[in-house]
């Protein structure tokens, strides 16, 4: 199992910018075959969603709700990947996970919680 580790979140105003990090200590950077890494959010009270996906040959996928919006990249020396939100709404508000998905199985980071209110 890979271990995802979260930085980012807090409380930003509508129409702010925030930034969400996650690392993995193993090598999962590039992506091999078999592996997708993605954000997904989970909504207070109702279903989450999958907000960005990157799958092997750095082909990326994002939710209706946040393209043009938000914007998926990844360091690999780092080992990292990210989410920049930008142009944030109230309804942008959820925990935010990192998870790792491989022919082994699936990986969660913690969770980072984002707050747009004023």
């Known amino acids: 199992q890979v271990r995802l580790v979260q930085s980012g979140g807090g409380l930003v105003q509508p129409g702010g910018s925030l930034t969400l990090s996650c690392t993995a200590p193993?090598?999962?950077?590039?992506?091999?075959?078999?592996?997708?890494l993605s954000w997904f959010r989970q909504f207070p009270g109702r279903n989450g969603e999958v907000v960005a996906g990157?799958?092997?040959?750095?082909?990326?996928n994002y939710a209706d709700s946040v393209k043009g919006r938000f914007i998926l990249y990844k360091d690999d020396a780092k080992n990292s990947l990210y989410l920049q939100m930008e142009k944030l709404k109230p309804e942008d508000t959820a925990t935010y996970f990192c998870?790792?998905?491989?022919?082994?199985?699936?990986?969660w980071g913690k969770g980072a919680l984002v707050t747009v209110s004023s």
């Open positions: 998870y790792y998905r491989d022919g082994a199985g699936e990986s």
């Open positions: 193993e090598r999962i950077l590039p992506l091999h075959r078999e592996g997708t």
């Open positions: 990157l799958t092997r040959g750095d082909s990326i």
